[in-house]
């Protein structure tokens, strides 16, 4: 069933235009996310579907009525809406607060029956607030106060809650657990719920159908699968300094400096260096890493020189030679510890080759296999260790004034 569908909607505030063409609709028990940066009119878009702003062009309709048209006691039994606006309650405890989502039953004079105490009581426990009911609302965490209003909104046994930034103030462990709160009311309750969020990855990987909005307009809309590639994100939030990554679901800072240290990765150990090194502002490049390999991903989203190599291919000749050419421009090489096998072990000539150019090698690879693999010249690779080691390592580096 559709449950909430717009048609060339505008939305906006007297004559000025917010978010124009909004052709958008949400199923029973579908979560839908808004998605765009700062001021793109996430709340704005989310007001107007709530009925507290008139929109300025085209129509709203909830389950297939008119929203214009809908009674408002009627309304308030179809639509909670859950707002970022700071809830002013005096000395209110949490299940007070809870309780008056009860109204839209009861009427505000109506006082509660046995029954919708009960209601009250398993809203509470829907959010997991069994411990904060009996709290003063005012003196709760913010992350204690979302699971209030939420209560609140289930409270009134809607069919589709509104939200907007549910999650913004919240750690991470309470973004998590009201996503999951939200998720199974779509799931178990048939609930929809449009809400917007500005975690990108929590937002992808929980909602079913995402919208986008950047400059006045719906710049896309579908699944999250879909629409989510990384260049549609960066290109939503402008990101220039870093990337984001959908697959992996991260965001990692650019690296654009000049390499002056070359990373030997593979099987994600590169990852942690070429972090490391980026936070210290010291350019990388890496190889060789296979093109299926996490550090490949993780690299790439930073925009690192790297010599790769095809998927579960064995690294060949061509690889090799471009990345001692690599290596030619570096004064230090680390070997970041990966595990080694058939199809990657030339890289172990890597560090043979940097040796005999002159360069510092660090590696973060017992002793005992570097000999295996280097025999004599393993002597003069430095530090053979764990890697928790590798922040001293690097300010040693950055210390000895090596670093471009
Ligand atoms: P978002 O929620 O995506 O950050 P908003 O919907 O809050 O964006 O704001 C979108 C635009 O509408 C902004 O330019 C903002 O300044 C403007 N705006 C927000 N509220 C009002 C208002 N009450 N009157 C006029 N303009 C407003
Ligand atoms: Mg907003």
Do not use: W
Not at 26 to 43: R, T, V
Not at 47 to 63: A, C, E, N, T, W
Not at 151 to 164: F, K, S
Not at 305 to 326: C, N, R, W
Request: charged residues 25%.
């Amino acid at each position: 069933m559709r449950m909430l569908e717009t048609k060339d909607l505008t939305v906006g505030y007297g004559h000025k235009e917010v978010v124009r063409g909004i052709n958008i609709e949400a199923f029973k028990g579908q979560l839908l996310c808004i998605l765009g940066p700062n001021g793109s009119g996430k709340s704005t878009v989310l007001k107007s579907l709530s009925r507290l702003l008139k929109p300025l062009k085209g129509d709203i309709y909830i389950k297939g009525e008119s929203l214009s048209e809908i009674k408002s006691s009627r309304l308030s039994k179809i639509l909670a809406v859950v707002l970022t606006e700071r809830l002013n309650v005096g000395f209110l405890k949490s299940f007070d607060i809870v309780a008056m989502g009860r109204y839209p039953h009861t009427g505000i004079l109506g006082g509660l029956t046995k029954l919708d105490e009960e209601k009250v009581g398993k809203c509470i426990a829907m959010v997991n607030g069994e411990n904060i009911a009996h709290r003063y609302y005012n003196e709760l965490s913010d992350g204690e106060k979302q699971k209030v209003l939420l209560a609140r909104a289930l409270a009134q046994e809607p069919e589709l809650i509104i939200l907007d930034e549910p999650t913004t103030h919240l750690d991470v462990k309470h973004k998590l657990e009201v996503m999951a709160i939200l998720k199974k009311l779509t799931r178990q309750k048939g609930i929809t719920v449009i809400l917007s969020l500005h975690d990108i990855d929590i937002a992808l990987k929980s909602c079913d159908r995402a919208v986008f909005v950047k400059n006045g307009e719906i710049t896309a809309f579908g699944s999250p699968e879909a629409i989510g590639s990384n260049k549609a994100i960066s290109e939503l939030y402008d990101i220039k300094d870093a990337g984001f990554n959908a697959f992996m679901g991260t965001v990692e800072f650019s690296n654009k400096n000049t390499p002056s240290i070359f990373v030997m990765g593979g099987g994600g150990y590169g990852t942690p260096i070429y972090r490391l090194l980026t936070k210290n502002g010291v350019g990388v490049n890496t190889g060789i890493i296979h093109e299926n390999d996490v550090d490949f991903e993780i690299a790439m989203t930073m925009g690192l020189d790297i010599q790769s190599e095809k998927p579960f291919s064995e690294i060949g000749e061509t690889s090799l030679v471009k990345a001692k050419s690599m290596i030619d421009g570096v004064h230090t090489v680390i070997d970041s510890g990966c595990p080694i096998g058939g199809i990657n072990k030339k890289n172990m000539e890597l560090l043979t080759y940097a040796l005999e150019s002159g360069k510092r090698v660090l590696s973060i690879r017992s002793k005992e296999e570097l000999s295996n693999y280097l025999g004599e010249n393993s002597m003069n690779i430095e530090f053979c260790g764990n890697i928790s080691k590798i922040t001293d390592l690097v300010a040693s580096i950055l210390e000895g004034g090596k670093h471009v």
